[in-house]
């Protein structure tokens, strides 16, 4: 991987002093000292104590806000210098529905402000979110500049033009793989922060949180990707999206997507389903970008090292407080139900196509069990072909069963497989059965 030479020149002389360190304290079999933590096992810090709480939030100024640099990786992780917007410039905002749930991360680096993006995750502490490594520690470190954690940290979700619609909050623990502190391995790209609750209340119970998918596919399809891009022409005060598939990156486990957001972008996350418009399934953080040719955004999906992450999570914050008749049956007719597909991904879009006789006003039902009354789920009318679909996106997994009637008739019922995690574009049994998540919680 390129590196620039100030940090080629700093790893020959970290190597060089670690040489001599290991010739000074290595034990005489060779092998190394047992109090050097597993390369696999995340480090965790505490960036802020409660007591610090207020003095981060009075720190973070409308003008330390507005002048936090953009972090930018080109695509082969290089740090690259981020180009300022123009003073007034402004990009379009988005149409979509910002999730609640995604927002602005604001921090302090060894060389200033900085900022990046970020998103809740449902954990049992109701108290985390996710970012991109880059966002949360130097890695290795420069030359002059030591490994460390990054400070003051602030999550804005929905951030807009200054307003912070959800409140701030403020980053207390940060968590990330010794594979990026030490190698700064872009496969280990990924950061959980913990933040303080605000009055009580903590930040998943406020905002929703989003559930997270590992060992997918570099290539799916109707990906979402929220950042908010605060380098030129972006300024940072809106939230932006990029949609589509995505696919390998130049024959790697990494994924690319069709995307111009640039730096403050980072730590984005990629959703590869919703479960509604504030909270879904993140697979992926933005990572890098491409800064020559076409314009792609660049993350590594999330594997099962993400389980590490929270489980250090989930050791740090310490234990968590303890938080009728069937329908009568009625008269078989004419309608046809169909499910498309039969076998679903939670949170991913179920079509159940009726027919029957034109313009007739359609019910369709659904049921958990065979045991449960029939629910109504949505109401509409056939069209002169005497179709219609009704498009669905179930967040309960197992099984259920769907019917559609009208006032004459209604038709068999359907059976819906809805798999506890999105399924992925591969569906092969291999693939699917190696996918695995947590759920999100609106």
């Known amino acids: 991987m390129v590196r620039s030479a100030a940090r080629r020149l700093g790893a020959v002389l970290l190597g060089c002093a670690l040489v001599v360190g290991l010739l000074l304290v290595a034990p005489a079999n060779g092998r190394p000292t047992p109090d050097r933590p597993a390369l696999a096992a995340p480090t965790v810090a505490t960036v802020a104590s409660p007591a610090d709480v207020d003095d981060v939030l009075d720190y973070w100024t409308p003008a330390r806000k507005a002048g936090a640099e953009p972090m930018v990786l080109d695509a082969d992780g290089n740090r690259v210098a981020a180009r300022a917007a123009a003073a007034g410039h402004a990009t379009a905002r ?5 999730p609640r749930s995604a927002g602005k991360l604001f921090f302090t680096t060894p060389q200033g402000d900085a900022v990046c993006s970020a998103a809740a995750v449902n954990t049992a502490q109701r108290d985390v979110i996710i970012t991109a490594a880059h966002c949360a520690h130097t890695g290795p ?5 030591p490994p460390s954690y990054y400070t003051n940290f602030l999550f804005v979700p929905r951030y807009s033009n200054g307003s912070a619609p959800d409140g701030q909050w403020v980053g207390i623990r ?20 913990e933040v303080a609750p605000r009055g009580g209340a903590k930040l998943v119970d406020v905002v929703g949180g989003n559930g997270l998918a590992w060992n997918y596919p570099a290539r799916e399809s109707d990906v979402s990707v929220w950042g908010w891009p605060a380098e030129a022409p972006y300024t940072g005060e809106t939230a932006h999206r990029c949609t589509g598939s ?7 486990a990494d994924a690319k997507i069709a995307c111009p957001m640039t730096g403050g972008a980072s730590g984005g996350p990629w959703f590869l389903s919703m ?8 697979w992926a953080v933005t990572s890098r970008r491409t800064v020559t040719g076409e314009k792609y955004l660049i993350a ?13 999570a989930a050791r740090a914050s310490g234990p968590v407080a303890a938080r009728p008749a069937s329908a009568r049956a009625a008269q078989r007719a004419r309608v046809v139900l169909r499910a498309i597909p039969a076998r679903v991904g939670r949170g991913q879009l179920l079509r159940m196509r009726v027919r029957t006789t034109p313009a007739t006003r359609v019910v369709l039902r659904f049921r958990l069990s065979r045991s449960r009354p029939w629910v109504r789920n949505r109401v509409g009318r056939t069209n002169r072909d005497g179709l219609i679909e009704f498009r669905l996106r179930p967040v309960v997994p197992g099984r259920r069963w769907y019917r559609a009637n009208t006032a004459r008739a209604v038709s068999d019922p359907v059976r819906v497989l809805v798999y506890r995690c999105p399924l992925p574009y591969d569906r092969s049994p291999a693939v699917v059965e190696a996918t695995r998540c947590t759920a999100p919680v609106s």
């Not at 988005?94 to 910002?98: D, F, H, L, N, Y």
């Not at 479960?275 to 993140?282: D, E, K, L, M, S």
């Open 275 to 282: 479960i509604g418009p504030h909270v879904g399934f993140i």
């Open 300 to 312: 590594r999906p999330l594997t099962s090292a993400i389980q590490t992450l929270l489980a250090a």
């Open 246 to 252: 995505t696919s390998s990156f130049s024959g790697t």
């Open 141 to 145: 470190g420069f030359l002059l500049t």
């Open 94 to 98: 988005t149409t979509a529905t910002v």
């Open 174 to 193: 940060a968590i990330t793989h010794r594979q990026w502190i030490e190698d700064e391995d872009l496969a280990y790209d990924q950061a959980l922060i």
